[in-house]
C-alpha cells in the first residue's frame, strides 16, 4: 500500500506530490555520494496545502512527509518513493518518526511560544531520516505574533527542512508566508469515492457507507463518524428537524437552546474522555502521592493544564455547532436544488418530505437569504460571539 491511497479524488496533488518526493530522493540521494545534486526544480522547501474540510489536506501532508523519509530499497532500481511499508514510511504514517514533527491543536489559536519551539527544532538536522519534516495542520490558528515568528523560518529555512503548512484557504495564511510556500489545492472528494473507501477499509455497509457519503458532501471523517457512531446521527436527525420548528418566536428561542445544549453536551463528554486521564498522568508525573496531595511548587502546573482543559472545551463546543450549522446549511441547499429543478442529487435523502415541505411553501429568494443567516452564525462564532446570542440571531432570521 503506498502512502498516497488515503488520498481520495486527489489525483493532480498526488501527482505532482510524488514528482516532488522524486526530485527531493535524488537531491538527498546525490548529496550522501557527494556528488552534484541533480535539477529539483518540483521540490521545495514550504508548502502549503488549501481545500474545504474533508478534502484530505493534513492526510496529504502526512502522506508527503513519509514520502520524503522512504528507504525503500526498491527506489534505487527506479521505483517511487513512498512505498508505505518500509521504516521511513511506516513510522512517519503512524507518527513516530524522529524527523516527522505533526503539529495540531485543539484549542482556539496557536501561540508565539508554541511556534518559536517549532522554528528551534526545524533548525536541527535530520536525526536519522532524509529530511526535517514540520507539518503544521492548523496554520490558519497561528495568531498574529506566532505568524510572524514562523515567516523567518520559512524565508531563510535550514538545508533540509520542509515546511507543510494546511490550512482551508490562502486567505487564513499571512500574505507574506503564502508567497514564500508552493501552493496545493485540493478539493472535496466524489461521493462515490470516500462511500468506496468507508466499504474498503473500514468495512461499513454499502448502503450505509452510501449513506452518509451523501449527507455529508464527500467529508471522509464527518462520513466515518456518522456511518459508526449512533450519537452523531442522534445528533444530525435534532439539526435537521430545526426548519420545522421556527414558526414562532419561542419556537427560535427554544431551537436555539437546545443546539447549543447538544454542543456543550458534546464538548463534556469529550472532555470527561481526555481531561481525567491528562490530570492523572500530570500528577503522577509530578510525584502526586496518596490522598490527592501534591508536592510543593507543582500548583502552577495543575492550573495550566486546568486552563488548557478550558480552552479546549471551548473549541469543542464551538467545533460541534460549525458542524450542525453545516448540516443546517446542506438542508438548505437541498431546498434551493428542489425549488430550482437542479438535477444535483440532494444530500438529505432521509429527510426528503421535510425538504421537500419547505421548499413548496418558500421562494428560492427567502431560501438564500435563509442561507446567508446560517453562514452568518459561522462568522460570528468565528469572532467570538457568545454561541446563544449567534444562534438565537441565526434561528430569528430563519423564520424571517
Not at 498574529?144 to 520559512?154: I, M, R
Not at 455497509?205 to 458532501?217: I, L
Amino acid at each position: 500500500m503506498a502512502v498516497w491511497d488515503d488520498l481520495v479524488g486527489q489525483a493532480r496533488v498526488e501527482e505532482q506530490l510524488a514528482a516532488a518526493a522524486r526530485d527531493a530522493d535524488a537531491l538527498v540521494t546525490a548529496h550522501a555520494a557527494g556528488g552534484t545534486a541533480p535539477d529539483a526544480s518540483k521540490m521545495t522547501h514550504a508548502w502549503l496545502f488549501t481545500g474545504p474540510p474533508g478534502s484530505g489536506r493534513a492526510t496529504a501532508a502526512r502522506a508527503f512527509a513519509a514520502a520524503l523519509q522512504c528507504v525503500s530499497p526498491d527506489r534505487a532500481l527506479g521505483g517511487a518513493p513512498g512505498c508505505g511499508f518500509c521504516d521511513g514510511c511506516h513510522t512517519a504514517l503512524v507518527g513516530t518518526h524522529a524527523d516527522v514533527e505533526v503539529v495540531r491543536t485543539d484549542l482556539l489559536s496557536i501561540g508565539v511560544k508554541e511556534t518559536r519551539d517549532l522554528v528551534r527544532r526545524a533548525q536541527l538536522s535530520p536525526a536519522g531520516g532524509r529530511w526535517q519534516v514540520i507539518v503544521l495542520e492548523d496554520a490558519d490558528r497561528l495568531t498574529e505574533g506566532a505568524g510572524n515568528v514562523l515567516l523567518k523560518a520559512v524565508e531563510e529555512p535550514a538545508p533540509r527542512t520542509v515546511w507543510l503548512l494546511c490550512a482551508p484557504s490562502l486567505e487564513d495564511v499571512l500574505p507574506t508566508i503564502r508567497s514564500r510556500c508552493r501552493h496545493l489545492t485540493l478539493r472535496t472528494p466524489p461521493v462515490d469515492a470516500v462511500a468506496d473507501v468507508l466499504v474498503r477499509r473500514d468495512g461499513i455497509e454499502p448502503p450505509v457507507a452510501a449513506a452518509a457519503a451523501r449527507a455529508t458532501q464527500g467529508h471522509i471523517d464527518r462520513a466515518r463518524r456518522l456511518a459508526t457512531d449512533e450519537r452523531a446521527r442522534a445528533r444530525r436527525a435534532v439539526v435537521l428537524k430545526l426548519p420545522l420548528r421556527i414558526d414562532d418566536i419561542g419556537g427560535c428561542l427554544k431551537a436555539a437552546q437546545e443546539l447549543v445544549d447538544a454542543a456543550g453536551e458534546d464538548a463534556k463528554q469529550v472532555a470527561e474522555e481526555i481531561d481525567a486521564k491528562e490530570t492523572e498522568e500530570l500528577k503522577a508525573a509530578l510525584g502526586g502521592g496518596q490522598g490527592g496531595r501534591m508536592p510543593r511548587g507543582t500548583a502552577g502546573a495543575m492550573k495550566e493544564l486546568e486552563e488548557r482543559q478550558k480552552r479546549r472545551k471551548t473549541r469543542t463546543q464551538r467545533d460541534s455547532l460549525d458542524l450542525a450549522l453545516t448540516d443546517l446549511t446542506g438542508f438548505y441547499r437541498d431546498v434551493l436544488a428542489l425549488q430550482l429543478r437542479a438535477r444535483t442529487p440532494i444530500a438529505n435523502e432521509d429527510v426528503r418530505d421535510a425538504v421537500e415541505r419547505v421548499a413548496r411553501d418558500t421562494a428560492p429568494e427567502r431560501t438564500l437569504r435563509r442561507i446567508e443567516a446560517v453562514l452568518a452564525c459561522r462568522d460570528a462564532l468565528d469572532r467570538n460571539v457568545a454561541p446563544l446570542l449567534a444562534v438565537e440571531a441565526m434561528t430569528m432570521a430563519l423564520r424571517g
